[in-house]
């Protein structure tokens, strides 16, 4: 019931993740980035602590494929698990635990991966990491949303879309893009990609006010004068 994927932006160093689902809030449980470290995808029957738990180990200097192990030696029910982890260096490992439901796989390009299950084919990861391929010179952000909407003419999952997130970590503590629709009955997509729109131009305005506010754009708000 989840798709995603995750990815470095080689250019400038910003890794992002969007995710989406049939079920509620899904970027609240399954999407994990920190700037400078990685990404984090758990899903399926999902574990968030395994997204801290994993940004944290890559912290300490361990690759993708040393946390993918440490998750199979020491998370429980791993079996139940379909989980995504990006390292510094654009690598990525991949889990599908052999209680992941539906049909279901994983998609590995350098600086990108994407993963499926309860998916209406095994094309809709790599549908997702050819888009995210085919923009190399373009906004993270967009090469995110490009792709959820090529998971989507891909077949995209088996059922109804209904939320949808975007997480974009850059050089602060704090993410520059996140993004959530957390239910919809119409075209979630779609919803998806313009809220981007209504971000990107606006989004190293909000970094300029936490860092320097008397630099900062104005406000463009009603009593801003």
């Known amino acids: 019931?989840?798709?995603?994927?995750?990815?470095?932006?080689?250019?400038?160093?910003?890794?992002g993740i969007a995710v989406s689902s049939s079920s509620p809030a899904v970027a609240a449980r399954c999407a994990h980035a920190r700037a400078g470290v990685g990404v984090v995808a758990t899903q399926n029957i999902t574990?968030?602590?395994?997204g801290p738990k994993g940004l944290d180990l890559m912290a300490q200097g361990l690759s993708a494929d040393e946390v993918m192990a440490r998750f199979k030696e020491e998370a429980p029910h791993f079996d139940y698990r379909q989980v995504v982890v990006l390292d510094k260096t654009g690598h990525s490992a991949g889990h599908s635990g052999v209680k992941t439901l539906g049909?279901?796989?994983?998609?590995?390009?350098?600086?990108?991966?994407?993963?499926?299950n309860l998916l209406s084919s095994k094309a809709v990861p790599q549908a997702m990491v050819d888009s995210f391929l085919s923009m190399p010179d373009?906004?993270?952000?967009?090469?995110?949303?490009a792709a959820m909407q090529a998971a989507v003419a891909a077949g995209g999952e088996e059922g109804p879309v209904h939320s949808v997130g975007l997480l974009i970590v850059d050089k602060v503590a704090w993410p520059v893009a996140d993004?959530?629709?957390?239910?919809?009955?119409?075209d979630v997509m779609a919803e998806f990609a313009a809220l981007w729109q209504l971000w990107k131009p606006q989004l190293e305005?909000?970094?300029?006010?936490?860092l320097d506010p008397s630099t900062a754009p104005s406000?463009?708000?009603p009593g801003d004068e």
């Open 138 to 145: 373009a906004d993270l952000g967009d090469r995110l949303v």
């Open 205 to 210: 305005a909000y970094v300029t006010r936490a």
């Open 179 to 186: 993004l959530r629709i957390d239910w919809s009955e119409g």
């Open 47 to 50: 574990d968030p602590t395994l």
């Open 219 to 221: 406000y463009g708000v």
């Open 103 to 116: 049909t279901h796989t994983i998609a590995h390009a350098p600086d990108v991966a994407a993963a499926g």
């Open 1 to 15: 019931m989840t798709f995603s994927i995750s990815a470095r932006c080689a250019r400038t160093g910003r890794f």
